[in-house]
Structures are given as C-alpha cells and as structure tokens.
C-alpha cells in the first residue's frame, strides 16, 4: 500500500491558457474512452465466442453445487499419556494435523488413509454412489485391485475414443535404501490403465517394464522411475512417453523417453539425458493446440523451473528454452490452457510432506509466468496450506465442459507407498485473481484458478453430451 508524502506539495495542473489545459483533457478522455471501448470489444466478443457454453454451464445445478464450499472439522486425538519424569525433562508440545498425517501410528489414520471397506469399487457400486470420486479413499479397478498409476497423467486417444491413465506403478514393499534416504519402491514399471468414464479404469498392463538384471540400464529395479506422461504424434503415428530418470541418491537427474504403436503399450525404452543440459527431477508434457509440445521440468536443484519445446518426433527437446519460477523452489507441475491463456499448478519442495499448492498464469507458455495465489478452496486452513494433503500431478481439460477441469493429485504414503492414494477434484477457471500481479502493474489480466474440495463429488450426469 502507497501513502502519500505529507511534506510534499500536492501536484497541481499549472496552465497559463485555460484553452490548452481544456484542449489537453478533451484529448486524453477521448484516448481513455477508446481504450474503454476496445476493452469492451474484447470482452465481448469473447464472450460471444463462448456465449453458449458459458449460459449452459454456469446455470447447471451440478456446477453451482461444486462450486459451494464444503468445510472440514477434524479434531486432534488428546495426547498420548507420558511418564512424570518424561514430561518434566522435555515438555510435550501440541501435535500439529501434518505431524498427524505423517504419524503412521496416529488415531486419525483412517481419515486420510480410508480402510478398504470404503473403496470406490465400480462393480459393486450402488445406483445412488455410481460415478462418485472420494478424494483419498481407495480406488479399485475392474478386477478388484488397488489402482496403480501414482504420479501420472491422463491421455485422450481419439482414435479409439478412450482415455488411459499412466503412472508408476509401486504394488511393492517400501524401504529405505539407506539411513538418510527417501522412501521408496523398487522399479516396476509404468501401469496403464483405460476408461470411457473417467470412473471405471480396466487394468491394461505394465506397458513400460523394469530392467530386473541389467544394473546399468535406466529402468534397473533399484534406479528411478517418476512421473510418466504420455501423448501422440499425429504425424509419426507414435504414442511417446516422457519420465523422471534417476539413481537411487537422486544424481542421475534425467529424463527418459520410450515410443508405443499403441496406447497400451508395450512402449520401447530410447535413452535418458539432462535436457538442455540441465538437471531434470519432477516433470511433465503439455500438448499445444497447434501441435507442438513442451517439456517441463524442475531444474537446478528444485530452484527453478524450465520449459523448452519438443522436436516434431516428440523424441528430444530442442535448443530453446526459457527458466521460469527462477528462485521459487517450485516442482510436481501440471499445466493445462484456458482461452489462450496458460496456467500451471505447483508444489512446493519438501520431499513426502504436503505443501501450499500455486497457481500460475501466462500468456506464452515459454514466459513470462505470474504467480496467481493459492488456487484451493473449501476444507479447512491446514487443508488448502497442504493441497488437501496432496501433490499435484495433472490437470485433465474437459472440452464439453467449458472452464471446467479435472485436478489430478497424489496423496503420499511414505510408509506404503503402494497405498498412497488419488485426490481428484473439481477445477473452474472464473473469477478474478486474489493477488496484484509482477508484469502487469498490478492489473490482473486472467481469470482465477479454483480447486474445489469435497469428500463426495461427480461430473453431471451424461456429461460428455451437455454441449
């Protein structure tokens, strides 16, 4: 906030002909009525573009329904009873709801980690339950089994008109490969799994392998596999996959690639390098719409963020590339557009643990990038402080739904990492942002990001049809 000077003379409009001073004004109201004007145009005729979409959407009740805010109320467990002689030498201090999530032994486990008897399981859903996500329950897939594609993305293949859902597939026992190391689960493979709905997910294989003997390869079992992503190359035919590479201490930093004649695999693996030569950890891929695609990914450290576009194989990045988010500690990216606008969520860099999740917004994608504010709404403050307990991971565009997305997240179970589970809620793009802007003198220029919590949710009824 700007205060003015009181030991200053306020500025005053000295003119010696009241003629020029008159002729002055009249010059700069028609300049700012003009501007008014092409601003409306705009306005305008963006709406006129999406008219329809808009009045149709924003008036359905399932919209208005997910766009309320549902809170939370989750109380702390009392203290664990101590001994005297404890309590006196080191005072216990309050637990926190974090140290609660992280806590495997804690009373509220079963809050953030449901038991599987409250699964969503597609065959044995009831009429009234069909359809519905709880964010951070179980998730079966058509055979009865714990979904397995953590960390991953979502593609559309038009060709056969479904949806397959890739990601590390971590059905093994946790461990520590040593006293100071992450957890982690031995290399398996890429899961796939594919959709007509969104809800019931078939079970399509490891459509990526793990090298169980060879030590050196990439995917050796005791290396690094995060984070795949997957689309299609119109021009080559091909299917390509872009993942996280690394070694078990987290030096190898790369990013591998592996092509598919098919969505289901099975993807032959490429190579592996630092792309721009550069430290690569979390990443992802962004599709544009007039087909070229982009790599991007958490660099020097975490400190940054790079962003460089594909070559036409989507095989290699290519020599351009911007560093964005420079000093932030930002990573987990998932990127999506929005009427010609780019926006990206991010978490910060604090290993297992949940964080503050941030919106960001550009105009080009290679930059300038804005930092927007928070975009989680509903829950409670420690709630939206840690992304719902989870990490981001992709946002899915629902093209028949205007505006609308799917926020796709990791909820981390550092002590069973094959049960960590999927946080996937409602994202809109409207409304202004919550925040004065770096580039733009303060003057917010895009819409505002909101992700919407709720324990019980769906997409309206026959969805794919409203427009």
């Given at each position: 906030m700007?205060?003015?000077?009181k030991?200053?003379?306020?500025?005053?409009l000295?003119?010696?002909?009241g003629?020029?001073?008159?002729?002055?004004?009249?010059v700069?109201?028609?300049?700012?009525?003009?501007?008014?004007?092409?601003l409306?145009?705009f306005i305008?005729?963006?709406?006129?573009?999406?008219?329809?979409?808009?009045l149709?959407i924003?008036?359905?009740?399932?919209?208005?329904?997910?766009e309320?805010?549902?809170?939370?109320n989750?109380?702390?467990?009392?203290p664990?009873k101590?001994?005297?002689?404890?309590?006196?030498?080191?005072?216990?201090?309050?637990?926190?709801?974090?140290?609660?999530?992280?806590?495997?032994?804690?009373?509220?486990?079963h809050?953030?980690?449901?038991?599987?008897?409250t699964?969503?399981?597609?065959r044995?859903?009831f009429?009234?339950?069909?359809y519905y996500?709880?964010p951070?329950?179980?998730?079966?897939d058509?055979?009865?089994?714990?979904?397995?594609a953590?960390?991953?993305?979502i593609l559309?293949?038009?060709?056969?008109k479904?949806?397959?859902?890739?990601?590390e597939?971590k059905?093994?026992?946790?461990y520590?490969?040593?006293?100071?190391?992450a957890?982690?689960?031995?290399?398996?493979g890429?899961g796939?799994?594919?959709?007509?709905?969104?809800w019931?997910?078939k079970?399509?294989g490891?459509?990526?392998?793990?090298?169980?003997?060879n030590?050196?390869?990439?995917l050796?079992?005791?290396?690094?596999?995060?984070?795949?992503?997957?689309?299609?190359?119109?021009?080559?035919?091909?299917?390509?996959?872009w993942m996280?590479?690394?070694?078990?201490?987290?030096t190898?930093?790369?990013a591998?690639?592996?092509?598919?004649?098919?969505?289901t695999?099975p993807?032959?693996?490429?190579?592996?390098?630092?792309?721009h030569?550069?430290?690569s950890?979390d990443m992802?891929?962004f599709?544009?719409?007039?087909?070229i695609?982009?790599?991007v990914?958490?660099?020097?450290?975490?400190?940054?963020l790079?962003i460089?576009p594909l070559n036409?194989e989507?095989?290699d990045?290519?020599q351009?590339?911007?560093r964005?988010?420079?000093?932030q500690?930002?990573?987990?990216?998932a990127?999506?557009?929005?009427e010609g606008t780019?926006y990206?969520?991010?978490?910060?860099?604090?290993?297992?643990a949940?964080?503050?999740?941030?919106a960001h917004?550009a105009?080009?994608i290679?930059?300038?990038?804005e930092?927007?504010g928070?975009?989680?709404?509903?829950?409670n403050?420690v709630?939206r402080?840690t992304?719902f307990f989870?990490?981001?991971?992709?946002?899915?565009?629902?093209?028949?739904?205007?505006g609308s997305?799917?926020?796709?997240?990791?909820?981390?179970?550092?002590?069973?990492?094959?049960?960590?589970?999927?946080?996937?809620l409602p994202l809109?793009?409207a409304?202004?942002?919550?925040q004065?802007l770096?580039y733009?003198?303060?003057f917010?220029?895009?819409?505002?990001?909101?992700?919407y919590?709720?324990?019980?949710?769906r997409?309206p009824?026959?969805?794919?049809?409203?427009i």
């Amino acid at each position: 906030m700007r205060f003015k000077n009181k030991s200053r003379s306020p500025t005053t409009l000295r003119c010696n002909a009241g003629r020029r001073c008159s002729f002055s004004i009249l010059v700069w109201s028609i300049v700012g009525c003009l501007l008014l004007l092409q601003l409306y145009s705009f306005i305008s005729q963006k709406d006129a573009h999406y008219g329809g979409a808009y009045l149709r959407i924003d008036q359905h009740p399932h919209f208005r329904e997910l766009e309320e805010v549902e809170e939370e109320n989750i109380q702390l467990p009392p203290p664990r009873k101590r001994s005297p002689r404890a309590a006196k030498r080191k005072p216990k201090r309050p637990t926190t709801l974090i140290e609660e999530f992280l806590d495997e032994s804690s009373q509220l486990r079963h809050v953030f980690f449901p038991g599987q008897r409250t699964a969503i399981d597609p065959r044995m859903s009831f009429e009234n339950d069909t359809y519905y996500y709880y964010p951070g329950r179980m998730w079966l897939d058509t055979e009865g089994n714990p979904i397995q594609a953590h960390g991953g993305g979502i593609l559309y293949d038009q060709r056969t008109k479904m949806y397959y859902w890739y990601g590390e597939y971590k059905d093994g026992p946790t461990y520590h490969a040593h006293k100071k190391g992450a957890a982690r689960v031995d290399v398996i493979g890429v899961g796939c799994y594919s959709s007509k709905d969104l809800w019931t997910w078939k079970n399509e294989g490891i459509v990526l392998a793990a090298e169980g003997n060879n030590e050196t390869h990439d995917l050796y079992k005791l290396n690094v596999l995060e984070r795949p992503k997957v689309i299609y190359n119109e021009k080559t035919g091909k299917y390509v996959m872009w993942m996280h590479i690394d070694d078990t201490n987290y030096t190898k930093a790369s990013a591998g690639v592996a092509i598919s004649d098919y969505p289901t695999g099975p993807f032959d693996y490429l190579y592996s390098k630092r792309p721009h030569g550069y430290e690569s950890r979390d990443m992802t891929l962004f599709k544009d719409e007039d087909g070229i695609a982009y790599l991007v990914y958490s660099s020097e450290d975490n400190s940054e963020l790079h962003i460089g576009p594909l070559n036409e194989e989507y095989t290699d990045a290519t020599q351009a590339m911007r560093r964005v988010l420079v000093g932030q500690h930002r990573e987990a990216p998932a990127l999506f557009k929005h009427e010609g606008t780019y926006y990206m969520i991010t978490s910060g860099c604090t290993g297992w643990a949940p964080n503050e999740a941030l919106a960001h917004a550009a105009e080009s994608i290679m930059g300038p990038w804005e930092t927007i504010g928070n975009p989680c709404i509903g829950g409670n403050q420690v709630f939206r402080q840690t992304t719902f307990f989870a990490q981001s991971t992709f946002v899915l565009p629902l093209p028949e739904l205007h505006g609308s997305f799917i926020f796709m997240a990791d909820r981390w179970n550092p002590a069973d990492l094959k049960d960590s589970r999927y946080v996937w809620l409602p994202l809109r793009v409207a409304g202004p942002v919550d925040q004065p802007l770096e580039y733009n003198f303060g003057f917010p220029l895009w819409s505002r990001v909101s992700i919407y919590w709720h324990k019980r949710w769906r997409l309206p009824y026959r969805w794919q049809e409203i427009i």
